[in-house]
């Protein structure tokens, strides 16, 4: 083991040494597309043009087999296990939501009522779609609750003052997690309308942004509808536009075209994000942020993270077997085009780093599956009172209700208090509760957290993932993993047709694509993993991993030998 290790460093540090010797691109590109299974750009590959996807594959590193390796594949522990190189055990982003034992509520990832928001006057509340910022306390928002340093971190740390770093993104948690500590980050404010920040970043909306605000690019979609791009025969699910499990989003429908509606409609900006309207709209702001910050204009590395939203949203409500996903992809390949174009005429591709990856993936609804033979099926939380397991328990324990204190996707929190005033064992208790859930169809395992502290779990790919996942400040009590190919379809009482967050292929599985100055294009088959993103690009730069960084650099995304061949040979 040790004979191992060492050879693995020292295999990094001749891969620093090599990334040195290459001038560091003035431009260093992350986009992080949002539910964008591993498996989406070959699937849906003849919707594919010039300058996309394709400018990435022709001329980048695609890792075809890469995966998150934590359990939870929700947002903000995707986006900054990427952006940190290390499991949600150690950067402390364990789910979207956790529960605060102190004040008694649900805590939302990124908030934090030290820095209001700025460029907004009310609180950054998520329409029907996103529940878990509609549960948030507080409109303030900071990365502070990210308990490492991220690569934009380290860049502005080895670069200095004179790299400029930021995150951009429909949502929050995707632009604060990706633009750290030490960028700027501004996500799309639903009730405003408009892109917002927060006073952990800046004290004044900077002008350049009210000049963005008043080309109108958010208030041309009015009046307009997402419309099917190409004949329908040109699809995979051309013929299959109305799926039962589909989601009826008011206002929106489950068929072609999806009305935005007018400008004054209450939900007219939460309508553009859930089609890929979302995507231009962010681009459209990543490019006049180049312009207006003057990225990739001088020697020193500046750092632009893009999270684009849409994919994720579209596949919540249609799924992504259906024909608004695959419509969706089509756009999200133009979309990327346009910004890598932008990229290109005032830096240059040839002299940027691009890195893009993906969040999470995500399960097909069991509707769809039937259809294929594979049974599948969605959770619901709120009967779990009603099973004989759990009315015994109440006759053992008192009221049972009074034990389970919360569940928050994928934690079950224990009432502590009431356990030890019944002067009961909460490792007992755990443990109990979790045989329990375990009996139920459609729980896989429930794994007490006890037991993850005192090392008693059985180590299997599920365990790993489950620790790999595990703080002790934020865990609940009980992990809970459903089976294959079942989830929990309800959103605050709006039923939806996928749901991602667990450690299954389907959303582990999420394309890493390597693109820039020296790298040989290839297609990498081997087994990677998310948490080897950051150190890529740290080595790449020269600059040491983020502070809890456990990846390895890819060595096939790192500049080709001096004969032009690449490190490491593509398996």
Not at 120 to 146: L, W
Not at 238 to 261: I, K, L, N, V
Request: aromatic residues 10%; negative net charge.
């Amino acid at each position: 083991m040790r004979t191992s290790y060492c050879a693995a460093l020292l295999g990094t540090l001749q891969i620093a040494v090599a990334a040195q010797a290459q001038e560091a691109p003035p431009l260093v590109l992350q986009i992080t597309v949002d539910q964008f299974r591993g498996d989406l750009i070959d699937r849906y590959g003849r919707h594919l043009g010039d300058g996309g996807f394709r400018y990435l594959l022709d001329h980048g590193v695609h890792f075809a087999n890469a995966h998150h390796r934590h359990a939870n594949t929700e947002t903000i522990v995707g986006h900054t296990t990427l952006a940190t190189g290390t499991d949600p055990a150690i950067h402390g982003m364990v789910a979207n939501l956790w529960f605060d034992r102190v004040a008694g509520t649900q805590f939302y990832n990124v908030q934090d009522p030290d820095f209001p928001l700025v460029g907004a006057a009310g609180v950054d509340a998520s329409a029907e779609i996103d529940p878990t910022q509609r549960a948030a306390t507080t409109d303030g928002r900071s990365p502070r609750n990210i308990l490492t340093s991220t690569v934009a971190d380290e860049i502005a740390l080895h670069f200095g003052p004179a790299s400029k770093v930021f995150g951009v993104s429909v949502k929050d948690r995707g632009a604060i997690s990706m633009a750290g500590h030490a960028g700027t980050a501004y996500w799309f404010s639903k009730s405003e309308g408009r892109f917002v920040s927060s006073t952990f970043y800046l004290d004044a909306y900077p002008e350049w942004i009210a000049e963005w605000e008043a080309k109108g690019t958010v208030a041309g979609y009015a009046g307009q509808s997402w419309e099917l791009s190409a004949a329908p025969e040109t699809y995979m699910f051309g013929t299959s536009d109305d799926q039962p499990w589909e989601t009826d989003f008011p206002g929106f429908g489950r068929t072609f075209p999806h009305a935005w509606g007018e400008a004054d409609n209450r939900y007219f900006t939460t309508l553009l994000t859930l089609s890929p309207a979302g995507d231009e709209i962010t681009v459209d702001f990543a490019k006049s942020l180049i312009d207006a910050e003057g990225l990739g204009q001088d020697a020193v590395p500046d750092f632009l993270a893009v999270s684009l939203s849409s994919t994720d949203y579209v596949g919540h409500l249609f799924g992504p077997s259906s024909l608004e996903a695959e419509d969706n992809f089509a756009r999200l390949d133009r979309t990327l085009a346009n910004l890598l174009a932008h990229v290109d005429e005032r830096v240059g591709l040839d002299r940027t780093l691009i890195v893009l990856s993906a969040d999470h993936g995500a399960p097909e609804h069991p509707g769809y599956l039937a259809t294929l033979g594979i049974e599948a099926g969605t959770f619901d939380f709120e009967r779990v009172d009603t099973e004989p397991g759990f009315v015994r328990l109440r006759a053992e324990f008192g009221e049972s209700r009074d034990l389970i204190l919360n569940y928050s996707n994928p934690y079950l929190y224990l009432n502590t208090a009431a356990i030890a005033a019944r002067g009961l064992d909460k490792a007992e208790v755990e443990r109990v509760v979790a045989d329990e859930l375990e009996k139920l169809p459609g729980i896989a395992y429930a794994i007490p957290s006890s037991a993850l502290r005192e090392g008693a779990v059985p180590r299997g790919k599920i365990q790993d993932a489950v620790l790999a996942n595990f703080n002790p400040d934020r865990s609940g009590d009980i992990y809970v993993v459903f089976d294959p190919h079942w989830f929990i379809a309800d959103f605050d009482g709006l039923t939806v047709a996928s749901a991602h967050g667990s450690p299954w292929t389907y959303d582990s599985h999420v394309p890493i694509l390597v693109a820039g100055p020296g790298i040989a294009p290839a297609r990498v088959s081997r087994r990677v993993e998310t948490v080897d993103v950051a150190p890529t690009i740290a080595a790449y730069l020269g600059a040491k991993p983020p502070s809890g960084a456990l990846g390895l650099p890819l060595t096939e995304a790192l500049p080709a030998s001096g004969d032009g061949t690449a490190k490491a040979t593509a398996e």
